[in-house]
C-alpha cells in the first residue's frame, strides 16, 4: 500500500492495480505505480500538489494521467475506473497482473487467482482473446516468463503460438523496448514459440558472446535492426558490428585496421566475429594511443580534398605498424603518397 495514494485517494473507490502490485507481492522494489480512479485528471493533480512531481497526460484517448517524482525514477499513473474494478481486471494481460489493493483498506482483490499463479510461477492469460486485444502482449509473454522465471501454462502458450502473426502490428517503438529486455534465453524462447521469424530475427551462435541488449539486437537481427526505430546511437553501433572482419593477424597494423573499422566498440566486434581472445591486444593497443597525431591535414601543403583524409589514415598506420615515429617521416611519407596520387 501506498500512503501517499491513499492520503489522497482515501476515500474514494480506487486502487492499486497491475505491475504494483504484483511485485510488492514477489518482494521486488516498486517503483511504477497504477492506480485505478474515477477521476484519474484530478487525483494526478492533487498528487503533484502534495507530493511533488510533473503532470502530464499519458493517454488522451484513454484519459490517463502520470505523475513523474522529483528527483527519482518513480512514476504514479492514474487511469480511469470506468465500469467498477470487475471490468478493469478483466481487461488485464495476465492473472499476476490482474490483482487489485483497495486504496482505502488495503485489502487485496483478487477474482482470477493471480496470487496462485505467482505462487506456481506461471504465466497465465486472463481471457482467451488477450493476443488480439493487444499484440505486444505476446513479447510480454516471453518477457515475463524471463525476468519472472516463470513458465506459461498450456493454455496460454497455444493462444500464443496461434496468434504469432500478430507480433509485428503493435508501434515499432513499444516492440523496440520490450526486445530490449529479454535475455539471451528469452531470445531462444522467442524463436522456439514462433515469434522470432515474422519481426525478422533468426538464432545466432554468437548471441550469448556478450551481455548486452545492443549487442544481442545486432546478432539477432543484423540489417533487419534497420526495420525498428533504433536510435542514432545504435545504428552506428550496428554499422561498426555488421561491417566488421576478423582481424588477419594480431599485428599492430591488423589491429589498427580492426579499431578504424569498429571503434569506440572494437571490443564488442571481436565477441561479434568470435575473436574474443584478442581483447588484450586490442586493450594494449588503446593504451598506447599517442596523444597527438605526427602531423595535420593543413600541414601537409595539399588542396583540401578526400586525399587528405586517405593520407592521415596510412600515416597513423604506419604510425601503429612502427615504420615511422617522427614528423619528418610522416611528411615524407604523405609526400610519396601525394606523388603517387599524381600519377
Known sequence: MDDRVQEI???????????AVRDELLLRPVLDIDVACSDPRDASHRFARRFGGAVFPLSERHGAWRVVADGIDETVDFTPLEDGIDADLAT?????????????????????????????????????????DDPLRLLRAVRFE?????????RTESLLRASAALVTEPAGERVLAELRRLTAAAYRRLDDVGLLAPLGGTLDERLDALDDPDFRLVVVFGQNLSRLPISNDLKRYSAALLRARKPEDA?????????RQTEPWALDALA???????????????????????????????DPGPEIGRILDAIDEERAAGTISTREEALALARALADRGDE
Open 9 to 19: 485517494l482515501g476515500g474514494e473507490d480506487a486502487w492499486i492495480v497491475g505491475g
Open 92 to 132: 488485464r494481460d495476465f492473472t499476476f497482473n490482474a490483482i487489485a489493493e483497495s486504496v482505502a483498506t488495503g485489502a487485496p482483490y483478487d477474482p482470477h487467482d493471480g496470487r496462485a499463479d505467482l505462487r506456481a510461477g506461471v504465466v497465465r492469460a486472463v481471457t482467451d482473446t488477450v493476443f488480439a
Open 146 to 154: 524471463d525476468e519472472l522465471g516463470f513458465r506459461m501454462d498450456g
Open 251 to 259: 599485428s599492430p597494423r591488423a589491429i589498427h585496421r580492426f579499431r
Open 272 to 302: 561479434f566475429v568470435d575473436e574474443q581472445g584478442l581483447v588484450d591486444v586490442v586493450e594494449a593497443a588503446r593504451r598506447a594511443d599517442p596523444s597527438a597525431p605526427l602531423v595535420r591535414g593543413d600541414e601537409l601543403g595539399l
